[in-house]
């Protein structure tokens, strides 16, 4: 009877060994398995943040790509001197043009004459700029009193007023606000092309804050002689200028536009010079007000 007991005993402890094993070699597997699935786990965001990492580098543009010409498009028709000219807008406009917060020297002023590298700043604005596309970008009062449009005008990244700076041909003037975008940039240019003396900074005592001034003098219509000065900068050497005679009446002021008699602004424009016909007018470089 004992021995059938231990014979029994000895079953089902073996029973229990065997299960035991059986046991432990189903779960190595399974465990091995979920190591396995919890590295993937583990391994799948920091593959995912490196492809979106990639990603993110490929689409992103560059600054070059995504920079764009400043201002309006149009196309340059005529120049009429270093910081005037006149342009055409797609929507077909032609407008005339004051380049802001710069000043050049006069080629074309009646009483003036033609002014030290006067010549070669309108050369340098004709040749850069005719026929060129150029971008027109405004500040915040859009025109003067004459109905031209005051604008930077743009090629492609450069501003183009501030080139004739930094070729000394020409100087910071005509600063008023709220038109003052890039005067701190413009004056710091100005600044530069002091030091190293170049275009109109190479005549000392030249280019001054009220305008350009000469040693030379230059004859009025008239043939009276005065300083060569700037006349629109409140020089108090400026002559008074004559009164209208017989049929010369016709009005020629600081910015190159004449008026007619019984225009809208005929009698409150103050003449730098009279002319007799609109033909002698217009030769001398001047445009009829539109009013």
């Given at each position: 009877m004992?021995?059938?007991?231990?014979?029994?005993?000895?079953?089902?402890?073996?029973?229990?060994?065997?299960?035991?094993?059986?046991?432990?070699?189903?779960?190595?597997?399974s465990?091995?398995?979920?190591?396995?699935?919890?590295?993937?786990k583990?391994?799948?965001?920091?593959?995912?943040?490196?492809?979106?990492?990639?990603?993110?580098?490929?689409?992103?543009?560059?600054?070059?790509?995504?920079s764009?010409?400043?201002?309006?498009?149009?196309?340059?028709?005529?120049?009429?001197?270093?910081?005037?000219?006149?342009?055409?807008?797609?929507?077909?406009?032609?407008e005339?043009?004051?380049?802001?917060?710069?000043d050049?020297?006069?080629?074309?002023?009646?009483?003036?004459?033609?002014?030290?590298f006067?010549?070669?700043?309108?050369?340098?604005?004709?040749?850069?700029?005719?026929?060129?596309?150029?971008g027109?970008?405004?500040?915040?009062?859009?025109?003067?009193?004459?109905?031209?449009?005051?604008?930077?005008?743009?090629?492609?990244?450069?501003?183009?007023?501030?080139?004739?700076?930094?070729?000394?041909?020409?100087?910071?003037?005509?600063?008023?606000?709220?038109?003052?975008?890039?005067?701190?940039?413009?004056?710091?240019?100005?600044e530069?092309?002091?030091?190293?003396?170049?275009?109109?900074?190479?005549?000392?005592?030249?280019?001054?804050?009220?305008?350009?001034?000469?040693?030379?003098k230059?004859?009025?219509?008239?043939?009276?002689?005065?300083?060569?000065s700037?006349?629109?900068?409140?020089?108090?050497?400026v002559?008074?200028?004559?009164?209208?005679?017989?049929s010369?009446?016709?009005?020629?002021?600081?910015?190159?536009?004449?008026?007619m008699?019984?225009?809208?602004?005929?009698?409150r424009?103050?003449?730098e010079?009279?002319?007799?016909?609109?033909?002698?007018?217009?030769?001398?470089?001047?445009r009829?007000?539109?009013?």
């Amino acid at each position: 009877m004992r021995e059938k007991r231990r014979k029994s005993l000895t079953s089902l402890i073996v029973f229990l060994l065997t299960a035991l094993l059986i046991t432990g070699c189903a779960q190595a597997p399974s465990t091995g398995q979920s190591s396995t699935d919890s590295g993937q786990k583990t391994d799948s965001p920091a593959a995912k943040q490196e492809d979106s990492s990639s990603n993110d580098v490929k689409t992103t543009p560059s600054t070059d790509q995504t920079s764009a010409v400043k201002g309006m498009p149009a196309t340059v028709t005529y120049v009429v001197d270093g910081d005037t000219l006149d342009v055409k807008f797609k929507n077909g406009k032609t407008e005339r043009i004051r380049m802001l917060l710069i000043d050049t020297p006069e080629t074309k002023h009646p009483r003036l004459g033609v002014q030290p590298f006067g010549p070669e700043s309108s050369k340098f604005t004709k040749t850069q700029l005719t026929g060129k596309k150029v971008g027109v970008e405004l500040d915040v009062s859009e025109r003067d009193k004459y109905g031209r449009l005051l604008a930077y005008i743009w090629i492609g990244k450069q501003n183009f007023n501030q080139l004739l700076l930094e070729k000394g041909l020409a100087r910071v003037a005509y600063v008023y606000p709220p038109n003052t975008k890039y005067v701190d940039q413009f004056r710091a240019t100005q600044e530069k092309a002091q030091k190293a003396g170049v275009g109109i900074w190479s005549i000392e005592n030249y280019a001054q804050q009220d305008g350009f001034h000469t040693n030379s003098k230059t004859s009025t219509s008239n043939g009276t002689v005065s300083g060569g000065s700037q006349t629109n900068k409140q020089n108090t050497q400026v002559k008074t200028p004559e009164k209208p005679k017989g049929s010369c009446n016709i009005k020629g002021n600081q910015s190159g536009i004449y008026h007619m008699p019984g225009g809208q602004y005929y009698d409150r424009t103050k003449a730098e010079v009279m002319f007799c016909s609109e033909a002698e007018a217009q030769k001398a470089g001047y445009r009829k007000s539109q009013r």
